[in-house]
């Protein structure tokens, strides 16, 4: 596997490098609009990151995963509409009813194959945007407005205990930097525990895995667990962020769409491919969002299947595998490379021995 | 003491193929015991049924002590019989030693610790200088030979080797056998199906033949290979065409 969770020595030099960039970036960029697009980048990058746990490493692809954002959104905002809890507060709870909602749906999904599992993931999300749209509890397709936090001149103020600022994008972006580390923190931690190479053993082989003592069925939904859970966290933030919530910006297929794509895009099954496609599809996406103004969302969805089909002829393997690719280039091109790794046992053995 | 691995009257049916049927055998600890017979006899089709890939239609199935016919494999694995497939079953895209990690895994949840066991039995089977190497990347010996190190690495008490030479040469062979007589030095029983007699003779204890689904002979190697039966089955055999490996 690539990425800096394999860690060569002086790959945190990169990463401290990435992080003192990200930490300063809102003190010299004063730009509305881009502190904005920063700040999406870095909820699809942690959306993303949740979605490889369970479409990367395990090689289930969900086409869903909006639900599970939509479901910390919604269980954030209703408990702090109706009861005045706190987000934070909410965002675990969000996480934890996401996380059984994911088990309880996903455990009859696993027994579907290959592209009926994903279908099934597409209908999920959306049969939840249906129930959503009708179900007067949450305003169904009104939506839901997040009540402002006021302060004593009955204005609207910044409050980090109710995790709403109407001052400024800093702390937002500040907040959702937070999470994005968190969620990678969670993949990295995933990847290099027996979980990750668990994981990674279902997606190559399933049958093989089980007869190492995998219970392939367990561990895929242990993974769905996470990977909702992180989804729904992002899912509060974003409703604090837009301080109003309806079924189509939170559930809407292509929110799942871009989601999975930013990940394949980047590179699945690697920790650092979901950043780095989130880092060049946001921006893109932002760019044609407002240069297509008006146009619908219909547009988004061209853009991604072509995307989708550039992907999957050119580049399989995401962004990470270009950088792989430069980098076995410049190795190659030193005399005594790794060449002992291969090609140094004659081939033997029949092709196609056995039945 | 009872046998490790006892069977008894195992019968599979494929629609209306007896691919088993009421097969009994035993496998004494400590042994090597060779399961032969010739093509379509049902040797993999009895391991499926022995490691849970499918259920038997009938029969018993005793491992150490505990019935265990129609567990689920990782459920047959973690009681101690792990198996290598035929048809090679790599992992592909992971490296040789993480292909290694997962049968350790079996035995702990610690990656350390895991990585340490993986990399101990790829030197004692030969494959530490491919640790790195993808799986997919191997030569057919290779594979077969990491297979049979990742079945290992979940600390087998019984180990079935679904023809483990098929496709190898002599040399290759050789260093084959004498691997699976230190696997079984060191304690871990050992099922071995090849269709080749000459291959499982010498290191066998004991060899049970099928043919057509049925036990047809049992016994030490030397009595067996004098069978009326198995010379039988196996002229019979021999008129049909095969592609060696490539069954
Ligand atoms: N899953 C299955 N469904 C239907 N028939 C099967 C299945 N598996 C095996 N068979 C049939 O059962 C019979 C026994 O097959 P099996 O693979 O067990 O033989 P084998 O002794 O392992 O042969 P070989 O030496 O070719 O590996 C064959 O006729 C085969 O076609
Ligand atoms: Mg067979």
Redesign the interface.
């Known amino acids: 596997m690539t990425g800096f969770a394999r860690s060569r020595p002086g790959g945190w030099l990169p990463v401290a490098a990435t992080l003192s960039a990200l930490v300063v970036f809102p003190l010299v960029v004063d730009d509305g609009s881009w502190l904005n697009t920063a700040v999406l980048v870095l909820l699809y990058a942690g959306l993303a990151q949740a979605w490889n746990i369970l479409g990367g490493f395990a090689g289930q692809i969900s086409l869903g995963n909006a639900a599970f954002f939509g479901i910390g959104a919604y269980t954030s905002t209703v408990l702090l509409d109706r009861w005045n809890v706190s987000p934070w507060l909410g965002m675990p709870i969000g996480a934890v009813i996401a996380a059984g909602f994911a088990v309880a749906v996903f455990f009859p999904f696993f027994r579907l194959g290959g592209h009926y599992f994903a279908i099934a993931t597409i209908a999920l999300a959306e049969i939840l945007l249906i129930l959503f749209t009708n179900w007067a509890f949450v305003r169904g397709a009104r939506g839901m407005t997040i009540p402002f936090v006021r302060g004593p001149d009955r204005r609207p103020t910044d409050s980090w205990a109710f995790l709403q600022f109407n001052e400024s994008r800093v702390p937002y972006y500040y907040v959702v930097l937070g999470l994005a580390v968190l969620a990678v923190a969670i993949a990295i931690a995933v990847e ?3 979980l990750g ?2 994981l ?2 279902i ?3 399933q ?10 069925l367990r561990y895929k939904l242990i993974a769905v667990a996470i990977s909702a859970a992180v989804s729904a966290v992002f899912g509060t933030f974003y409703a604090q962020y837009l301080l109003f919530i309806d079924p189509e910006t939170t559930m809407r297929l292509e929110l799942s769409v871009l989601i999975a794509l930013v990940a394949i895009l980047g590179g699945v099954g690697t920790v650092v491919g979901p950043l780095l496609g989130a880092l060049v599809l946001i921006p893109l996406s932002e760019v044609t969002r407002s240069q297509l103004a008006g146009s619908g969302n219909t547009l988004d969805l061209v853009l991604y299947g072509g995307l989708i089909m550039l992907i999957a002829v050119f580049q399989p393997n995401g962004l990470v595998a270009v950088g792989d690719r430069v980098r076995r280039r410049r190795r190659a091109v030193r005399p005594a490379g790794d060449g ?3 090609g140094d ?11 | 003491m009872p046998a490790l691995l006892e069977l008894h009257a195992v019968s599979k049916r494929f629609g209306g193929l007896d691919a088993n049927r009421d097969v009994s055998m035993v496998v004494e600890e400590h042994q090597i015991v060779g399961l032969i017979g010739p093509n379509g006899a049902g040797k993999t089709t009895l391991f499926n049924c022995v490691s849970g890939f499918f259920p038997p239609t009938s029969g018993t199935i005793r491992f150490a002590g505990r019935e265990i016919a129609g567990w689920a494999p990782e459920r047959v694995l973690r009681a101690g019989l792990a198996r290598t497939f035929q048809v090679v079953r790599t992992f592909p895209e992971m490296t040789v030693l993480d292909n290694v990690m997962i049968g350790a895994f079996a035995r702990t949840n610690r990656a350390n610790e895991a990585r340490a066991r993986a990399t101990d039995l790829l030197a004692f089977t030969g494959l530490a200088g491919r640790a790195r190497v993808r799986g997919a990347d191997l030569t057919i010996a290779d594979k077969k030979r990491l297979e049979l190190t990742r079945a290992l690495a979940t600390q087998p008490r019984l180990l079935m080797l679904d023809e483990v030479m098929a496709g190898l040469n002599p040399a290759e062979r050789a260093q084959a056998v004498a691997l699976i007589r230190a696997i079984r030095d060191r304690g871990t029983t050992v099922l071995l199906v090849e269709h080749v007699m000459e291959v499982l003779m010498p290191i066998s204890d004991h060899v049970v033949v099928l043919d057509s689904g049925r036990k047809i002979a049992e016994g030490p190697p030397q009595t067996v290979v004098r069978d009326p039966n198995v010379i039988a089955a196996y002229l019979g055999e021999k008129y049909r065409p095969r592609d060696e490996g490539s069954a």
């Open positions: 290099r525990s027996k190479y668990y990674r053993a997606k190559n082989d049958q093989a895995a089980r007869s190492l003592g995998v219970p392939v002992a790794e291969r046992a004659p081939l033997v053995g029949a092709p196609g021995a056995g039945d």
